[in-house]
């Protein structure tokens, strides 16, 4: 058997702690896809490493998106350089006559 060594299975576990998921409470057959109900309120949760624990409330999807992925939220830094220049005049490959 090619079984992988304990370590590296214990390395991909813990790389995993504390992973975040957003949870739709909704009435039913349990969770769906968070498209379907935006509105409704979702419970935070986090990957200890053997189970789901509640970690935090929110109100709806936007809210549980500002929660798990705040480097999102940052606005995006000007790009460094030079800006593009628009389009030159010339006979270029692609250029219709």
Known sequence: MDD??????AERRDARIGRLRAVPIVSGDGPKGS???PDAPRA???W???AWE???FASDLAEAKRIL???AQKPPSP?????RRPLEPGTGRHRKP
């Not at 992988?4 to 299975?9: C, H, Q, R, Y």
């Not at 790009?79 to 800006?83: K, L, M, S």
């Open 35 to 37: 498209h379907l109900n």
């Open 79 to 83: 790009a460094p350089g030079p800006a």
């Open 54 to 56: 509640p970690y935090a």
């Open 69 to 71: 992925y705040p480097e």
């Open 44 to 46: 935070i949760e986090r």
């Open 4 to 9: 992988e060594p304990l370590s590296e299975w």
């Open 48 to 50: 200890n490493g053997h």
